[in-house]
């Protein structure tokens, strides 16, 4: 599990430098020990953050979920669980 806490850590280096982002991670208690300010939890298995290939429907639901965090003002850590 060590690619969900690296997540953080790379989110935690763009946001000093700027850059705002969103960590989608199937297993929220590991990366939310690198403190990302904005992590989208999803129900997926490893490998697959956005849900199966080919299923557009979810995939676009996820990745509208992360444009809707990342206009949020963060004062320190959000996650957000998506169904």
Known sequence: MLCNQSVG???RGL???GISTVCVSFRKDITEL???PRILSVKSSAGKPLG???DKRRQKNIIEAG???LQKNIPDIT?????
């Open 9 to 11: 850590l790379i989110a």
């Open 52 to 54: 199966n290939p080919g």
């Open 79 to 83: 996650i957000v669980d998506l169904p």
């Open 15 to 17: 946001e000093k430098s």
């Open 34 to 36: 690198s403190r990302p």
């Open 67 to 69: 444009f809707i965090l």
